[in-house]
């Protein structure tokens, strides 16, 4: 299994940005899939999640900025970041786990599979 993220850079605050993470070896539509982060010195948290039927989850601190979508076809799952604030500096990490209940999607132990990073870089 491999999990390619990509689409981080820098970008002011207030600015957009769209990650992706394209996953192969793995039943891809059956799968949960999820976006965590982490800052420096810092644990790596759960910031949005999406399951196999498209049922979304997001951290309090993304809700109504972010959005995480699917696309079942090309193996890949995005995260559209809207409105960047220099605390969503992080490097952000995909991940996949199969059979997750919705009571488990936020939890990082939950997931066996995880891309390399990316690392976002936003600027006051």
């Known amino acids: 299994v491999q999990l390619q993220a990509s689409g981080g850079g820098l970008v002011q605050t207030g600015g957009s940005l769209r990650l992706s993470c394209v996953a192969s070896?793995?039943?891809?539509?059956?799968?949960?899939l999820a976006w965590f982060r982490q800052a420096p010195g810092k644990e790596r948290d759960f910031v949005a999640g999406i399951r196999y039927n498209s049922h979304t989850y997001y951290a309090d601190s993304v809700k109504g900025r972010f959005t995480i979508s699917r696309d079942n076809a090309k193996n890949t799952v995005y995260l559209q970041m809207n409105n960047l604030e220099p605390e969503d500096t992080a490097v952000y990490y995909c991940?996949?786990?199969?059979?997750?209940?919705?009571?488990?999607?936020?939890?990082?132990?939950?997931?066996?599979?995880w891309g390399q990073g990316t690392l976002v870089t936003v600027s006051s």
């Open positions: 991940a996949a786990a199969s059979g997750l209940i919705a009571s488990s999607v936020r939890t990082r132990a939950q997931y066996n599979y």
């Open positions: 070896g793995l039943t891809f539509r059956s799968v949960s």
